[in-house]
């Protein structure tokens, strides 16, 4: 791992993308390092497109700001390609995950991706669905980035999930949502 990853997360309001932040900041903190996670949205309102930002380090973080040059893009809701510019800032060696049903060679030309730039799809809508029941696809997202980025491992993430839904959700939810996370973590297709 680099000494700092930033993740920056495009979502809308009411799909999980803030708690997934947490949740991961959470299992990065288990596993020993330092970490951030936090939102930025305007009108907190139901569908709405949000941010939300990680930090991850092995060192003390000291900056307090939006992540401007993110190493990983996680785009939880791909309409959002249409109107945000997702690309922006992003390191020429990003990685961009996007919760969809099309193939990395289709997003990466739509999203325009550099050489050196990684693309992965999953549906992971698909999989929230048939794992808990509802598309809040933040699990199988989650599941993705633990596989691309190695920050943590999957039993890692797993723990952390059911810690932190345990407090929460009935147990249904909660073997839903580590389903749905393992899944996105063997599903993911990269380009």
């Known amino acids: 791992m680099a000494e ?5 997360w495009h ?13 991961l900041a959470d299992a990065c903190l288990s596993g020993g390092r330092y970490v951030q996670a936090f939102p930025e949205y305007g009108p907190e309102r139901s569908g709405a497109p949000l941010r ?3 930090r991850i380090s092995n060192k003390e973080i000291r900056m307090n700001c939006p992540v401007l040059k993110p190493h990983v893009v996680s785009i939880v809701d791909a309409t959002l390609l249409d109107g ?13 995950i996007v919760n969809t ?8 030309e739509r999203l325009k991706a550099a050489p050196g730039q990684e693309v992965f799809t999953i549906d992971a809508t698909k999989i929230a669905i048939e794992c808990i029941g509802r598309a809040l696809p933040n699990a199988p997202m989650l599941g993705v ?5 190695n920050i943590i491992s999957l039993d890692q993430l797993l723990e952390d999930i059911r810690k932190s839904f345990g407090k929460k959700f009935s147990q249904k939810i909660i073997d839903g949502n580590l389903e749905a996370a393992r899944r996105g973590y063997e599903e993911v297709i990269e380009e």
Do not use: D, H, W
């Open 101 to 108: 049903s099309k193939n990395p060679k289709e997003i990466r």
């Open 11 to 23: 979502g809308r309001g009411g799909q999980g993308t803030v708690t997934a932040a947490k949740v």
């Open 145 to 149: 980035i633990c596989k691309v980025t």
């Open 84 to 96: 945000i510019n997702v690309t922006e800032g992003a390191t020429k060696n990003a990685v961009f």
């Open 52 to 54: 939300a930002y990680n």
């Open 4 to 8: 700092t990853i930033e993740i920056r």
